[in-house]
T-cell receptor
Framework: DAGVIQSPRHEVTEMGQEVTLRCKPI?????LFWYRQTMMRGLELLIY????????DSGMPEDRFSAKMPNASFSTLKIQPSEPRDSAVYFC?????????????FGQGTRLTVV | AQSVTQLGSHVSVSEGALVLLRCNYS??????LFWYVQYPNQGLQLLLK??????LVKGINGFEAEFKKSETSFHLTKPSAHMSDAAEYFC??????????FGSGTRLQVQP
């Protein structure tokens, strides 16, 4: 398997523009997670899905952020409008069904820079 | 809510020396604990996880961690550091929701 695939790897956009980050989880995995990594706040969970259904979105910073999972093989994280403080590395991870200590597999991340 | 605390944001060791990265957890229920490693410009990779089958857990690349309930700790060790171990290491806990809460990370530097 190719692992979790995220695109783009790097994104530079101007403040106010819409940004869409994409993720393809590992085939057969039932859980999908979006994390954000910054120097100030470390790794934060934004939202996660189980069987394409959002389970917990309490980490989504504000209404400018939205995430969807239209099918088992694709998810998007959208920021509209983007702001400089959204600059971060965004990770997608997926995990199979199983015991609670089943690990998550991470993509390589999307480095977002909002200027 | 579950949480983990990693003591020391930066650790520097000499090649061949013992590596000790500290992690303490806070949990009201038996925790599910993990160590991940992140190499520059890469995603996170699982090093090892606590399964409750054994308190001493062996992972990849010669790393191991010991779960100590009395100390609420899950410290990561490696007997002999290698240059390739230089990376950032994250301790994480799952609260049973399947989502992980990560510590702030420890950057390991290995001196030749």
């Amino acid at each position: 398997d190719a692992g979790v695939i995220q695109s783009p790897r790097h994104e530079v956009t101007e403040m106010g523009q819409e940004v869409t980050l994409r993720c393809k989880p590992i085939s057969g995995h039932d859980y999908l997670f979006w994390y954000r990594q910054t120097m100030m706040r470390g790794l934060e969970l934004l939202i996660y899905f189980n069987n394409n259904v959002p389970i917990d979105d309490s980490g989504m910073p504000e209404d400018r952020f939205s995430a969807k999972m239209p099918n088992a093989s694709f998810s998007t994280l959208k920021i509209q409008p983007s702001e400089p403080r959204d600059s971060a590395v965004y990770f997608c991870a997926s995990s199979p069904e199983g015991a609670m200590n089943t690990e998550a597999f991470f993509g390589q991340g999307t480095r977002l820079t909002v200027v | 809510a579950q949480s983990v605390t990693q003591l020391g944001s930066h650790v520097s060791v000499s090649e061949g020396a013992l590596v000790l990265l500290r992690c303490n957890y806070s949990s009201s229920v038996p925790p599910y604990l993990f160590w991940y490693v992140q190499y520059p410009n890469q995603g996170l990779q699982l090093l090892l996880k606590y399964t409750s089958a054994a308190t001493l857990v062996k992972g990849i690349n010669g790393f191991e961690a010991e779960f100590k309930k009395s100390e609420t700790s899950f410290h990561l060790t490696k007997p002999s550091a290698h240059m390739s171990d230089a990376a950032e290491y994250f301790c994480a806990v799952s609260d049973g929701r399947r989502a992980l809460t990560f510590g702030s990370g420890t950057r390991l530097q290995v001196q030749p």
